[in-house]
DNA sequence: TTGAAAGCGCTAACAT
DNA sequence: ATGTTAGCGCTTTCAA
């Protein structure tokens, strides 16, 4: 696997020369034309007479000229860049988002800056502040939380366009995009009352986070309706992730016998995995002693692992609407030819949110024989 | 959950007014002080009067402003932004090196710029074009295939150092971060073999991809090591997706029985669960009928699921040497003080990938309790 | 310590 | 169909 380099058009690195931009002159210079027919050819090519054009093309290619997309954005006072603030990126719900968004910019044009905000306001401010320096068109966010307000009113203040993903937060006059985490709360609670559960624990997030408030209030409204009471150590708060969700489980398993819970609803995807993980460290088996379902959706684990029932969002169309809300208010063409001055009032999409239960008759069946030869002939 | 708007300060969306930017020379008018006075106060505050300075901060607090950052990177040349460009954002592996990336970037005062090519050559240079439009500073990519030289010629041409992720392309000269692709997949084959496996399968990627090829490579190195023949029957290719997986294990479960493999190794986290998804879809028992282990983590179902041994690369590491090679090139200070002009030559880091194996005997037992009871009461 | 002038690379608005 | 002028918002000289 030694590459010996055969290649002979290699360009040599030059680190030491000015490293001086190609302009619009230099290209105008080597096409004999001057600076605003080559501006022309790349922008209107229609009302540059051929033979011009291509010549113009030609130096272009030559000098490997690439127009400086800051001095244009300078002047036009747009950047044609939106950028997208989830508080974490290694969340495969954001990552669905991201897609959404970037796929929708890509085609119209735009790029997409992403951020990271850790779940952290502070973190948070300083992107922002970055962001609108580049003076970036609008702004998708799934906000940190309720401190976000300040920043998010600097962004209103500036006339910046921003969307709201995932959470809403109260007042702020923004398009908002979000799941119905009330609805999907109940039918997952439901679903356990369903099987006989009631003493149904929940491993939650922070409930500062609008997410975490919203499934709660969905679980304890259902339990209410169901006339079940309402028990508080099987409340757990901390926030989404793994660990937390770890150390909840590890606490309801330490409580007496008659407390423990038969159902735990992980109020997150990463809650779940840590709930699962604690459960199995202790040999209790799910969903024989413990049944387990959560909100988010697990999508690779639960290809792997039939037991595992679901509330699944459909984060990528987060992201296509969040886009397309952005991209209207920049380009009120693309929002059907609305009327020229219509300020469009913020809006505000509550995406159903599905319930997956995949266990099935011959998922148990398969899980029996699986482990019942397990022992004969491991082999991984 | 109905929020009336009790906010009082609550401002107003003043979309028709023309967004004039606040500048500096609106801030040096509201100090009485001039343009330069301002951009002091925010380059070099120490050189400001500190009562004039106080008097600047308050004007830039009162009008809010933000410092248009295209304005001064058209002027400075440095645009203090990084660009990522990965073929599959969707891929945990590629999300861990993000994080990785921002995070070196965020503490240096960098931005970073995320695209996604999607194994597209095309969508790649789309994307290179915008962003050397934006004068990004440097680049770190993992490229599409081989296809992608001629851009990173383009790259080396202009000077903008860039830094190869995970995929190395022959002769060209840049830094490269890349995992142990062949040597892991020895130790995978090894690890089969020592099982007692001889027939073991291949699902691949694109052989076009070079991390495909070099695991394939691996697992040919060991299976002649180990006298064993190659079948080629046994090995498929296809693409690093999940789909392709699962076409994979059916074709080799199509096989007649004496020709069938008793291991498959998928070369890439997606077409591990393809596979699983398969096999199980077919009655298939794992790891009984048919032992399965990846290259790649899949850290969320491997907490679900201790059947399932893999590759595991230190992907955040990848993003953060990555982003700090970029970051020696662009501020040499930041290289330990080095010489003046010292070019330094193309690095090539080659990080270690750690097999996992998770199963144990306890998690057997585990499992064999659990499906045991499984059939008498099922509750999630 | 502060200010005036010039210009980064590009394009809108006028010429021609 | 093509060219000229001016200036986007900021910072680098050079002066005061």
Redesign the interface.
Known sequence: ?L?L???C???N?????T?T?VTIQDVAARASVSAMTVSRVLNQPARVAPATRQRVEQAIREL?F??????R??LR?R?HTLALLVSD??N?FF??I??GV?DVA?RNGY??????SDESVE?ER?YL???????IDGLLIAPAGNGSRPML??L????TPFVLLDRAI??V?ADVVIGDN?GGSRKLTEHLIG???RRIALVNGDPEVPTAR?RR?GYLDTLRDHGIEMRPELIIDGVYR?DSGTRAARQLLALPDAQRP??IFAAN?FLA?GV??AL?AA?V????DI???CFDD?E??A???P???VMAQPARTFGTIGAQFLLERLEPSLSGAAGP?A?VAPRRVVLPPELI?R?SCG??????????????????
């Open positions: 696997m590459n380099n055969l290649d058009d290699t360009h690195i030059r680190m030491d020369e490293p931009d490997g690439v127009p400086n997309a800051l001095a954005q300078l006072g950047t990126i290694g495969p990552t669905q991201a897609r970037e890509q790029t997409v800056i992403f951020g990271n973190k300083q502040h970055a962001l609108l320096g580049r003076r009113d600097l209103v203040q500036r006339g109260d007042g006059p009330i099987l006989g559960h919203d209030r793994r038969t159902a995807n995995v699962i993980e199995r040999q088996i799910i969903p024989r049944a387990v379902v697990i690779i684990a290809a792997l692992d037991f595992l029932t001055r300020a239960v266990v998922a148990q069946l398969d899980m029996a024989r699986r482990s019942v030869e397990l022992l004969e002939q491991p082999g991984n």
